[in-house]
């Protein structure tokens, strides 16, 4: 080896040098400083001799390389063949799970490590459960909480035996994000299809009774005047209430006309400055207050700003009439685990029953008697056009608090 054979070179050189210090030495005679130079030049080279030896004596103990195996062509496709099934099922675009036994499960590839990795699943523990009692060859949709709330995933299970011994492969798609674009898609063809045929009935019906109250008033002279009375005040019912019902629709036409988003890059301080601007003035006006923060303040967002400014403005609306006098609210941004930016809007008013709190983000589900239900659906499908997610989450103690994820 070329270590060991310089070791050699090294080792000879000193004694070579160790010679030549000692004829040199005998040729000086009587010469006091000659001596004394020769002497340090020989410790010097003693101690690179003795290092030289050292070296070549480790060097003999180690033991010899064992020759690498060689493959042959049907052992080298059998290797590749592994190493590529091996690679695929570590970028399947499912989380892949291994149950041994009946509690033992670990993640398999990079999308389950993902899936349990801070900043998702907040319960590990609980899902791994989950996936243990799943029946092989069924097809279940589960439900766990994650940092952006709860997600729902289609988990299959398979029976295999590894080694002689039975185990599960479970596997685990989340179709949150697909199942919550689907839910939105149809609502919009539901709305647009609602509000054309509305429209289509009110329109006629407006106009006939416009038409009608006319042609009462110019027979007014010749019909009795408890008639004309009763007349008159029933077609002016049916009017305004085809008025009220046409705006009523129009509002929700909206649902199914949001334009798409244009992203460009957002710096949330300047816009929660515009936003305290808009309705901190209310809010103080009642004795109550509203509080906005940003934790860096450099931090910014890709989402298009008007329908990232209608949204929260449509949250603390809904805040504003739940707290009454007095009330407060809190706007916060922040980047959490995951590095996920996680928007806040929470409030100290009664807050949502549980019982109701899976229905607010419904079109036309409202609790308040001069409610259209249209606020959160709309802010559900702007920030969802933004690439965002967004949810109810129960407070610590009491009030309401909307998290919006991107």
Avoid at 97 to 105: K, L, T, Y
Avoid at 326 to 342: P, S
Avoid at 345 to 365: E, K, M, S
Wanted: with cysteine; aromatic share 4%; net charge neutral.
């Amino acid at each position: 080896m070329a270590s060991e054979a310089r070791a050699k070179a090294v080792a000879l050189l000193a004694a070579a040098g160790l010679a030549a210090l000692a004829f040199g030495a005998g040729r000086a005679g009587d010469v006091p400083r000659v001596l004394v130079l020769c002497g340090l030049a020989a410790v010097v080279a003693v101690l690179v001799l003795w290092r030289s030896l050292a070296a070549l004596a480790a060097l003999r103990r180690l033991p010899a390389p064992e020759p690498r195996a060689v493959l042959n062509v049907e052992q080298q496709s059998l290797v590749d063949n592994a190493l590529a099934v091996e690679a695929r099922l570590e970028h399947a675009p499912v989380a892949l799970f291994g149950i041994d036994g009946d509690e033992h499960v670990q993640p398999l590839n990079a999308n389950a490590r993902k899936l349990v990795a801070p900043g998702r699943a907040t319960d590990a523990a609980a899902l791994y459960r989950q996936l243990a009692r799943q029946p092989h060859g069924d097809r279940t949709l589960l439900q766990f909480e994650t940092e952006r709330g709860t997600e729902r995933a289609l988990a299959t299970v398979s029976m295999l035996t590894l080694h002689g011994r039975p185990q599960r492969l479970a596997a685990l798609m989340p179709v949150e994000s697909e199942l919550e674009a689907e839910a939105l898609n149809a609502w919009r063809r539901l709305v647009h299809v609602l509000t054309h045929e509305i429209m289509n009935s009110l329109t006629p019906v407006a106009s006939l009774s416009r038409t009608a109250r006319d042609l009462v008033e110019e027979a007014r002279p010749a019909l009795p005047v408890d008639v004309a009375a009763d007349l008159g005040t029933a077609l002016d019912a049916i009017g305004r209430r085809a008025d009220s019902l046409a705006g009523f629709v129009a509002s929700y036409r909206s649902l199914s006309n949001v334009p798409d988003a244009r992203p460009e890059r957002v710096p949330l301080a300047a816009l929660f400055a515009r936003l305290d601007a808009l309705v901190g003035p209310a809010w103080r006006e009642r004795g109550g207050d509203v509080a906005f923060s940003v934790e860096p303040a450099s931090l910014e967002l890709m989402a298009d700003p008007g329908q990232l400014e209608q949204a929260l403005i449509n949250l603390l609306k809904n805040a504003f009439e739940a707290t009454g006098a007095g009330g407060r609210a809190r706007v916060t941004a922040r980047l959490v685990r995951g590095a996920r930016l996680r928007i806040e809007v929470d409030d100290d008013g009664p807050g949502v029953p549980d019982a109701l709190a899976a229905h607010i983000f419904t079109p036309f589900f409202t609790t308040r008697k001069q409610g259209g239900g249209i606020g959160l659906a709309m802010v559900r499908q702007l920030v969802h056009g933004n690439g965002g997610t967004v949810r109810y989450a129960r407070p610590v103690s009491r009030g309401a608090r909307f998290v919006i994820t991107f």
